[in-house]
């Protein structure tokens, strides 16, 4: 058990190594799904190109779905937009920062399956064989023009009967073929190029507001899992009290021991009030959400530490007075000393 919370407190303190293993695995699983997917091409003048599109695009927009979804920080950019204003402005460069990682990451799958339909061939020789020029080929002559469709139709399938001895249909699979490869190590070429100048003339720009706007991305991200903890310590602690003062009202005699004697050994009553914060009722708890929600607090801490070393300096003096008083009493106080004879 202290090992499996390990792990996943580990994996909530990295979410974004988190987040890179996920993607990964979610681009393998694109190509394990596609070399297992069962391709049969209709071969049909009407729906060839509706389906060979229709494989190649819709799984992408499924898999860039689920990217979305398995991403925590889709949630947090969301709300940080819509949240009212409050005593903390917004800054559109985070929220921006924010969804260009989570596109970059949900991306990584569909390209995936995008490039390894195109660089296998199957899903473009389905979707363009009736686009072919038949002049180019022969084997169309002395043919109607709809028995030429007809046929083109049917070459993504080496099994019909109408093309089984044609001659041509190699000629145009791999015509198809060497376009759909083509266009896939294009794309791939153009993405390596792409991903290489944002590499590196990203120093060339300004880096101080790039660290900047990394930072409070960050901090956004861990202000919420804070929240959310120090809300589920209070629901803890509120709910324990609420059942000890139920039972007390039974008249039952149960003990806090019995309950949760390991937390009343390690943390103690102190430890249980600093958790209720002095909230406890629900109408403080509701307050206190809502106006987390629509006024959260601002992004300043001096006042907060000016008052910690007024009070610290304060105690201190007072420490130093009383000592002071001790040791070195006023001309006007009175001491008495007893002496053995």
């Known amino acids: 058990m202290d090992r499996f919370r390990m792990i996943l ?3 909530q303190s990295n979410s974004e190594s988190v987040m890179n293993g996920i993607c990964g695995l979610l681009a ?54 819509k949240r009212p204003t409050g005593n903390r402005k917004k800054n559109m460069a985070i929220i921006r920062y924010i969804c260009s990682s989570i596109l970059q990451r949900a991306m990584i799958a569909p390209i995936v399956w995008i490039l390894v339909s195109l660089l296998d061939g199957k899903c473009f020789v389905c979707a363009f064989s009736n686009s ?19 046929l083109l139709s049917k070459f993504p399938c080496k099994e019909d009967e109408l093309i089984r001895n044609n001659t041509s249909r190699k000629a145009v699979s791999r015509y198809l073929r060497c376009w759909s490869q083509a266009l896939g190590w294009s794309i791939l070429l153009t993405l390596i190029v ?12 300004n880096q101080a507001a790039f660290l900047q706007t990394r930072y409070w991305s960050n901090y ?20 324990h009290k609420c059942i000890i003062h ?5 008249q039952k005699e149960i003990k806090l021991r019995r309950f949760n004697a390991h937390r009343e050994e390690e943390e103690g009553k102190e430890g249980e009030k600093d958790h209720l914060r002095g909230i406890t009722n629900e109408e403080q708890m509701n307050k206190l959400l809502q106006s987390w929600y629509y006024s959260k607090p601002r992004l300043d801490l001096s006042r907060a530490t000016q008052r910690q070393c007024l009070s610290t300096e304060r105690t201190s003096m007072h420490l ?22």
Not at 196 to 202: D, E, V
Not at 246 to 250: I, N, Q, R, T, V
Request: with cysteine; glycine share 4%.
């Open 9 to 11: 407190q580990y994996f």
């Open 246 to 250: 139920f039972f007390e009202s039974m």
């Open 320 to 341: 130093v007075d009383t000592m002071t008083n001790r040791w070195h009493p006023q001309p006007g106080s009175t001491t008495t000393r007893q002496t053995d004879v």
């Open 132 to 150: 072919v020029d038949p002049d180019k080929f022969s084997g169309f002559a002395n043919i109607t023009p709809a028995h030429v469709q007809l």
């Open 28 to 81: 393998l699983a694109s190509v394990k799904i596609y070399t297992s997917f069962d391709f049969s091409c209709p071969c049909l003048p009407q729906y060839n190109m509706a389906y060979g599109l229709g494989i190649m695009f819709i799984p992408p927009v499924v898999l860039l779905l689920c990217g979305l979804i398995v991403n925590r920080q889709c949630v947090v950019a969301i709300e940080e937009w």
């Open 220 to 239: 956004i991200d861990i202000e919420q899992k804070i929240f959310d903890e120090t809300c589920c310590e209070h629901a803890r602690d509120f709910a």
């Open 194 to 205: 792409i991903a290489f100048l944002a590499r590196s003339l990203r120093p060339c720009f």
